[in-house]
């Protein structure tokens, strides 16, 4: 899906043309991977007339924390992060669902164990819901393991990390799915690429926890607090391959895919084949607080434009 290109990206505390920002080829960043990152989105609420970002706070504290865990020592904050998203949503006049994505990295021509300097970008490209959230999508189990907190520690949202996601899609792709889940080292369900999973299992929503090798995810915690909301009992635990095959019920969710029905896995089909029922009631109950038409999360949200 080609996607419209914005006329402006912020690097390093200002708003540049999109095909203006640059790293250097010899920068750590591109020579061992060294970044940091986030995907957050926007959307647009018609009746509000206002865009707004979803959790901002949240993903900017994230950011800090991976450059933390990595040993980079930023000398932007996180406020400036903030009012720059804004700035540069405003600048180029979005006023429909965006995706943002927030890059801290390490510049100059350094080596792998420099702190810095560390530069950022920030990108807003607009993009609409994807199909599969209704249809749903057909997962593998992977060969590939996740990768473990003891070497490449997931709860880092770095981009080295990705590789990991990358050989598990490719082959699940090839294999003819649309998507991947990937095991630990110890067997257990970890998470899929770019996204974590839950399951029902009769009135129960389960999902991996944090020690099983997962993103601690934004999405994913935005759901739990939903479903309990709504009086569901969500257990976070170690979660065996086979429940996979025996659950009612299979999503994915993450700031970009947002809530992905899984309706088979390794072509077991999961329930009834199609969207489930409370796959689709924590939809219903996701797009109304991420669009400002909960009025009891409004406090995840901050407004874009100045109305």
Not at 110 to 132: D, K, M, N, T
Not at 238 to 254: H, P, R, S
Request: aromatic share 8%; glycine share 8%.
């Amino acid at each position: 899906m080609s996607e419209k290109l914005p006329a402006y990206i912020v690097q390093n505390g200002k708003l540049i043309g999109y095909g203006d920002a640059v790293a250097h080829v010899m920068s750590p960043a591109l020579k061992y991977g060294l970044s940091v990152f986030e995907g957050l989105r926007a959307y647009w609420n018609d009746a509000d007339k206002q865009l707004y970002v979803f959790r901002l706070q949240e993903h900017t504290e994230r950011l800090f924390q991976s450059m933390k865990l990595l040993r980079f020592e930023p000398k932007f904050s996180a406020e400036e992060i903030n009012d720059l998203t804004i700035e540069l949503l405003r600048r180029n006049n979005v006023r429909g669902a965006a995706h943002i994505r927030t890059i801290a990295y390490l510049d100059g021509m350094g080596e792998h164990i420099v702190p810095g300097p560390v530069s950022y970008s920030i990108s807003a490209l607009e993009r609409g819901r994807a199909a599969q959230v209704e249809k749903g999508i057909r997962c593998q189990v992977s060969a590939w393991t996740r990768i473990s907190d003891n070497a490449m520690p997931p709860r880092i949202k770095t981009g080295g990390n990705y590789v990991n996601s990358r050989l598990a899609r490719f082959q699940a792709k090839h294999d003819g799915y649309d998507e991947a889940i990937l095991l630990n080292s110890a067997g257990k369900v970890a998470e899929s690429p770019g996204c974590c999973i839950f399951l029902r299992r009769r009135d129960e929503l389960i999902t991996p926890d944090v020690t099983s090798g997962i993103l601690e995810s934004i999405t994913r915690d935005t759901v739990m607090h939903l479903a309990r909301g709504k009086g569901i009992q969500v257990t976070e635990r170690a979660v065996d391959k086979t429940e996979l095959y025996a659950a009612q019920e299979i999503f994915l969710v993450g700031s970009a895919a947002e809530i992905l029905p899984v309706i088979d896995v390794d072509g077991v089909a999961i329930g009834t084949g199609e969207r489930g029922i409370m796959t689709k009631d924590l939809q219903t109950a996701y797009f109304d607080a991420v669009t400002g038409k909960s009025a009891s999360n409004r406090g995840w949200l901050t407004n874009v434009h100045q109305n």
